[in-house]
């Protein structure tokens, strides 16, 4: 074998323990993934700046009714970022209320 090559076999080795260790986080996480809501909840904690996970928070908490909880998440990114999805979710709100 030359110098700086790497077998099959190691390779191999080494993507089965990646696809192992990715599945056992998936498996982990999705437990504590109840519903719709914990999903994004989820993201939005941990990601609070993101466009996504902020936009389908706000959704999430309107689809369960609650309220008052969207509007802080919908008012604080549409303040960020002004666009549809955030200006829809605050529609939405307005609504309801």
Known sequence: MKK???????MGYTVGALIVIS???VFHYA???KNNLSL???AYQ?????VLAASNYAGALLSYGRLEQARIVAER???EHPHGTAAINLG???LLT
Request: proline share 4%; aromatic share 14%; no cysteine.
């Open 23 to 25: 599945s056992l986080t």
């Open 40 to 42: 994004w909840q989820w």
């Open 92 to 94: 939405k709100i307005q």
């Open 31 to 33: 437990k504590s993934w």
């Open 77 to 79: 990114l549409f303040k």
């Open 4 to 10: 700086g090559r790497v077998s099959a076999r190691t």
């Open 46 to 50: 941990r990601q609070p700046d993101s």
